[in-house]
């Protein structure tokens, strides 16, 4: 029996690589505004400071505070496992499995909010409000997108759905909204800058920040390790939507293709991120809600 | 052609959505020029019998009124007034979009249920059509200001135009020029006269129409004159 490595490689890929994206679009910004910015490497120097440190528990809090960050993690990690990485089926494929992913990232989300209600600071409580507020319209919105890429593709499997569209896909045109869908997706879900400010501390305007202020030392490592790993994820979404027919092509033509896109995503967010600034808070459901809005154009598009 | 028609028609839909969730007077007229610009495009590609000398020029004259003189006309009595810049609302732009989705699942809905005898094969043609009329009227019955009224009926008036090009054959395009010309005048008339409703009543929020009886009849009260002699 013929085992095929390449998954295995590319989780391996995702887990080593996964802080470096947040450098490169760090770099991006630097590089727009004029400054030299942080190293490139800076991510894992935070990883492994926070990692070292000792936790501090408020009282008030129960297990289900600790359980958070792990269990984030977690589900992002299996989530890692579902996606198809540069045309080779994830680790685990099977029809379904994107409603599977779906299922896994609200899994992760409920557990940070529960984490951040858990410790009665009323700061986190706004912050898990509005999470939850946004993560209504993105569910639906990312629903519906993968619903169309499925009935497009004739495949419920997110390794059939993804590196299938095509050129004969594009034309159609429901692959590029989706496509546009994935990235407005891809920067609230991981508090890019028209939602959310990565940078800003202020507790009335942040939305994922804001619920892990009480984690410290290495459970808010986990947590920024989860928020990296997140990061991988969308983007390896995107890179799959967005992309030409490889099924035909080389292997190392379709791992230099994802890895590419891999890094020009990053680039692309901090390009975004210089040239715009965040949205007044009450816009952001609006924007969430052109995004789905979108995702039901492409849906249609596909049904009719 | 059926790939750049897609194309067309889609941007259409979104430009509706666009409108629908504008927040500032200028990106609203500048939504509907785009608008007006994709429906100039359109009747180049729709019939396939090649580029006639015919559709150039309707093409042509849609471009020049619907993407440059109607907004130019309107940025005129924009710039020319002093009100406010962001558009006011009865319904806001979060359930508007919300009212759009719902909308233009219902239009595909009645482009299954009213097919038309066509042979063009566009079947997104006439959920797009309705979905840019009923965006139009919602337009018209939910922002405040006058200005906004004119965008939404210009909205109305692109989704009937579209109606046209989809299903008319060329020579009946000649109906769509009439109505076309009444569009610009009516464009113009209603520029002059939001302009006049501004400069007099210093907004141009429909609500507030029923302030024009209390400003009459204080007008006769200050000339002296009692409205009952």
Redesign the interface.
Known sequence: MKINLLPIVHLVLAMVAAPLLSGIINRTKAIMAGRRGQPILQAYHDLFKLLRKGAVYSRTTSSLFRLGPIVNLAAIITGLLLVPFAGCPGFIAFDGDLVVLAYLLGLARFFVVSAALDTGSSFEGMGASREVMFSILVEPTLFLGLFSLSRLSHSLSLSGILYASGVTGW???APA?VAGTLFVLYLAENSRIPFDDPLTHLELTMIHEVMVLDHSGPDFGLVLYGSALKLWLFGALFVGVFSPDLTEAGVWIREGYALAGMVLLPIAVGIVESSMARLRLL?V??LL??A???S??AT??VL? | MHGIVSVIVVSIIITDFLLLSAGWLKSAIRIVAVQGLALGLLPLFVHQDGLSFRLTAIAILVIMLKGIVFPRLLMRSLREMNTVRTITYYVGPMASLLVGIAVLSSSLWWGYVLPLPDQTGYRLAIPMVFFTIVTGLFLIVSRRQALMQIIGYLALENGVYTFGVFFAQSESMLIEIGILLDVFVGVYIMGVMVFHISREFDNIEAGQLSTLKDWFQNRKELAGKDPES
Do not use: H, N
């Open positions: 034309i159609i045109g909204l816009k459901p609006q809600v052109g789905g809005a979108l039901l154009l249609i598009l009719g």
